[in-house]
């Protein structure tokens, strides 16, 4: 898996995206359908990313997916129709080897990246193991997350940053912590989508600053971050999850192109 993502000949930047969460089968293939078109244009490594179920959520009555075999299945069907790998998130020890069965890529949540056992499983399945910095955590404390899949006899992992906690509901991206978390000999995901996300708002429903999202790739793009990750939904204002802090489906291939033009230009010097 890792040298899928370092394969693209133009010294570009890979792509994990896709919905927040698995809302139905026609929805998944779309949006896969249409980035993997966007992204083989470009020439850039993709991962579609779907979370088969949701246990973070603010409130019991918010959506947390479809049922976890029903979804499991989808993130199947994407991976065999476009051949492209997937990713999606494990909450407990339990579901790390049922959802390998499907996907190549098994996430663990920012909340959890502390969880020994969650990450000594997830390794145990050979898996390539993305682990989202906790908000609560310095780039430096990611060393010691990494070095529990590691020890536990897998070497594929990548760290996400998904920005840090500011104050009581808002997030801010510390991109001095890129660098940093590179030093760990793995590949650095910048989560351009998470975090502009504005938590634990007054109605129970996470805002975001969705405006931002270009702003904030680029940054990431210049700092040198290995890949992007981006949910995005052909409605953000009709997703069940984290539409908030979504890009729009229809803007990605400009925003691919501009920052496929950034790293290019860095990459002249």
């Known amino acids: 898996m890792l040298n899928y993502l370092k394969s693209s000949s133009t010294g570009n930047f890979f792509l994990l995206a896709g919905p927040c969460v698995i809302e ?5 293939l779309d949006i896969a359908e ?12 993709y991962v579609f990313k779907g979370s088969y179920r949701k246990a973070n959520r603010s409130r019991i009555d918010s959506f947390t997916g479809i049922g976890d075999e029903k979804a499991l299945k989808i993130l199947r069907k994407v991976r065999e129709t476009f051949n492209i790998p997937v990713v999606t998130d494990i909450h407990t020890s339990e579901e790390a080897a049922i959802a390998a069965e499907y996907v190549d890529i098994l996430q663990i ?36 997350a990494v070095r529990k ?35 760990c000999g793995v590949p650095v995901i910048l989560d ?30 210049a700092v040198g971050v290995d890949g992007l990750f981006i949910e995005t939904h052909r409605e953000p204002s009709k997703a069940k999850s984290d539409g908030a802090n979504m890009l729009p489906l229809d803007q990605l291939a400009t ?14 010097f």
């Not at 502390?114 to 404390?141: C, H, W």
């Not at 940053?161 to 590179?182: A, C, H, K, N, S």
């Not at 969705?210 to 702003?215: F, G, Q, S, V, Y």
């Open 24 to 28: 139905g089968e026609e929805m998944a």
């Open 34 to 45: 249409t980035i993997a078109n966007i992204t083989a244009r470009l020439n850039i490594p």
């Open 109 to 144: 949540p920012a909340f959890l990246c502390r969880q020994t056992e969650l990450l000594v499983a997830a390794a145990k399945t050979g898996k390539m193991v993305n682990i989202k910095k906790g908000q609560f955590l310095s780039p430096e404390a990611m060393e010691f």
């Open 149 to 183: 899949v590691i020890d536990a006899g897998n070497n594929q992992v990548a760290i996400t940053e998904r920005g840090t906690t500011f104050g009581y509901q808002d997030l801010i991206v510390d991109y001095r912590g890129i660098p940093t978390m590179q030093k």
């Open 192 to 221: 351009a989508t998470h975090s502009l996300q504005q938590p634990n708002q007054a109605a129970g429903v996470t805002g975001g600053r969705p405006d931002l999202i270009e702003t904030v790739a680029r940054a990431g793009i």
């Open 255 to 268: 925003l691919r192109e501009h920052l496929t033009a950034i790293r290019m230009t860095i990459n002249q």
